[in-house]
């Protein structure tokens, strides 16, 4: 007996190890347009959300953070996003959960045509029902957003569960009222998680995602 109609998974730091793409791609920001590289701390916070935020955070204008946000994607689509992988277990995990008839979705902020490149370049695509990403307009740009894109494409009928590994997406399932996992293998922390969801379900691997979703 399934608990949730819908999985929704995050996918950096939840599906797939990204980082070192991202951060790889977010240097050459900074160095293209010969700004002062961020501290390692500042720059781990690039990873979730989205990149003109984090621009902003770092002193960058509104003007600047959308150059440098082309520059990331010209610079992403050469070369991070082939510095990707799928977590161990993450297959088995998706499979099982498909066997089930649990819906499963993606709800990132990575630029949609990002997303839907990796999930196809991961093997991933044979999973997921939908996979939503950020349209690169105010519409659709925050975790918030997206997620409610997703759970518009469903249904607002069936119950679901947000999958994730930060404060972002963790704020967004709070903020559309979804419950959620946090996932201690990502990018990061329980602390910054349990912000939002004292008494959430915390998971150190995938596969640990099956049981509470499945009841098991």
Do not use: W
Request: proline share 4%.
């Amino acid at each position: 007996m399934k608990k949730y109609d819908i999985a929704l998974f995050d996918l950096d730091g939840t599906l797939s190890e990204s980082g070192e793409g991202i951060l790889d791609c977010v240097k050459m920001v900074f160095a293209e347009m010969k700004r002062p590289l961020p501290d390692g701390k500042t720059l781990a916070g690039f990873i979730g959300p989205p990149l003109t935020d984090s621009l902003k955070r770092c002193g960058f204008s509104e003007e600047d953070a959308e150059k440098g946000l082309q520059i990331y994607k010209k610079n992403f689509i050469a070369t991070g996003i082939y510095k990707n992988k799928v977590y161990d277990g993450m297959f088995e995990t998706l499979e099982q959960l498909k066997e089930n008839g649990v819906l499963l979705g993606v709800a990132t902020t990575k630029y949609q045509p990002f997303a839907d490149k990796i999930i196809a370049m991961l093997q991933l695509d044979r999973y997921f029902d939908f996979v939503g990403g950020s349209s690169g307009t105010p519409e659709r740009h925050t975790k918030v957003q997206v997620i409610n894109y997703v759970l518009d494409h469903f249904g607002r009928d069936k119950k679901a569960v947000m999958i994730g590994d930060t404060k972002f997406d963790a704020e967004g399932a709070f903020t559309t009222k979804v419950d959620f996992i946090g996932c201690l293998y990502g990018y990061g922390t329980r602390e910054e998680m349990e912000k939002y969801f004292p008494n959430t379900i915390l998971v150190t691997k995938p596969s640990e995602i099956i049981p509470v979703i499945l009841e098991k």
